[in-house]
């Protein structure tokens, strides 16, 4: 059966769990945010945590079996991506929870060695799934070696959108830095859009998958979320709102990407 809305959805709520601490993680290095600010000692794992839970309840809600979950985990199948990826974010989450705990406890010294973990499970946790969808052999328009990187895109850009309103309640001076991390990251992935749907595709069943995002039944969906980031990017010059138009927007291609590549007939 194909995927549905959770599955979209999904891609979403991971985007921004992996997405906040990677962007986080940017701005320390770039001296734009430090250990002693509030929206590193506990927005950042608050809000990463709550979207990372969000997205295994989505993933076990959208199992055949969803009370036998925790079969991934007892009775793992290490060649199988889902596998992969809940152990991914147990150990993401793990990390997160360690962040939380030393910043509650007064030292937010100890969050820095975590970062040798938990940057490299973010950026896991954010492109696991094109490696999950690659899995699905019979979809080609899946099997798309910058799919990976095209989903690290993602995720910086809605980790940079998530943070916005932490920014705003917390820290205003990290706002002009947010604001220019989302516009740079959704042109990035306008251009990986528009590559993906005008370059030559190697099967005809890739083909017809971009056909029926672009100009099928998936193409109100397609299109609209190609013109709210449009629209979004523009908007950033102007207030920090548009965060939310650039957002839905990825949500809308999300689901025109994920429906389409099922939509071809498999015989």
Same mark, same amino acid.
């Given at each position: 059966?194909?995927?549905?809305?959770?599955?979209?959805?999904?891609?979403?709520?991971?985007?921004?769990?992996? #997405?906040?601490?990677?962007?986080?993680?940017?701005?320390?290095?770039?001296?734009?945010?430090?250990?002693?600010?509030?929206?590193?000692?506990?927005?950042?794992?608050?809000?990463?945590?709550?979207? /990372? $839970?969000?997205?295994?309840?989505?993933?076990?809600?959208?199992?055949?079996?969803?009370?036998?979950?925790?079969? *991934?985990?007892?009775?793992?199948?290490?060649?199988?991506?889902?596998?992969?990826?809940?152990?991914? *974010?147990?150990?993401?989450?793990?990390?997160?929870?360690?962040?939380?705990?030393?910043?509650?406890?007064?030292?937010?010294?100890?969050?820095?060695?975590?970062?040798?973990?938990?940057?490299?499970?973010?950026?896991?946790?954010?492109?696991?799934? =094109?490696?999950?969808?690659?899995?699905?052999? =019979?979809?080609?328009?899946?099997?798309?070696?910058?799919?990976?990187?095209?989903? $690290?895109?993602?995720?910086?850009?809605?980790? =940079?959108?998530? /943070?916005?309103?932490?920014?705003?309640?917390?820290?205003?001076?990290?706002?002009?830095?947010?604001?220019?991390?989302?516009?740079?990251?959704?042109?990035?992935?306008?251009?990986?859009?528009?590559?993906?749907?005008? /370059?030559?595709?190697?099967?005809?069943?890739?083909?017809?998958?971009?056909?029926?995002?672009?100009? #099928?039944?998936?193409?109100?969906?397609?299109?609209?979320? $190609? *013109?709210?980031? *449009?629209?979004?990017?523009?908007?950033?010059?102007?207030?920090?709102?548009?965060?939310?138009?650039?957002?839905?927007? /990825?949500?809308?291609?999300?689901?025109?990407?994920?429906?389409?590549?099922?939509?071809?007939?498999?015989?």
């Amino acid at each position: 059966m194909p995927w549905d809305w959770r599955v979209s959805l999904y891609t979403l709520t991971k985007g921004i769990a992996a #997405g906040v601490y990677l962007v986080a993680v940017l701005l320390l290095a770039l001296g734009r945010l430090n250990l002693a600010s509030p929206v590193w000692r506990f927005q950042v794992p608050v809000i990463a945590g709550l979207f /990372l $839970a969000a997205t295994g309840g989505l993933l076990i809600w959208d199992l055949e079996h969803p009370a036998r979950f925790y079969l *991934i985990f007892t009775r793992p199948q290490w060649r199988s991506w889902l596998v992969r990826g809940g152990f991914l *974010i147990g150990g993401y989450s793990v990390v997160l929870a360690l962040h939380f705990l030393a910043a509650a406890a007064g030292r937010p010294e100890l969050t820095r060695p975590l970062i040798w973990l938990g940057l490299p499970l973010a950026l896991l946790t954010a492109v696991y799934t =094109a490696y999950l969808f690659a899995q699905a052999k =019979a979809r080609d328009l899946w099997q798309n070696p910058l799919l990976p990187p095209h989903l $690290a895109v993602q995720a910086g850009l809605a980790g =940079a959108g998530a /943070l916005v309103p932490a920014a705003l309640l917390a820290e205003p001076r990290l706002l002009a830095p947010l604001l220019g991390i989302l516009a740079a990251a959704s042109l990035l992935h306008l251009a990986l859009v528009a590559g993906e749907c005008t /370059l030559t595709h190697g099967t005809e069943h890739a083909h017809l998958a971009v056909r029926e995002m672009v100009r #099928g039944r998936y193409a109100v969906a397609f299109a609209a979320g $190609a *013109i709210l980031q *449009i629209l979004g990017v523009v908007g950033l010059a102007f207030g920090a709102w548009a965060a939310v138009l650039v957002l839905i927007g /990825l949500l809308l291609y999300e689901h025109a990407h994920i429906s389409a590549a099922q939509s071809v007939p498999l015989a």
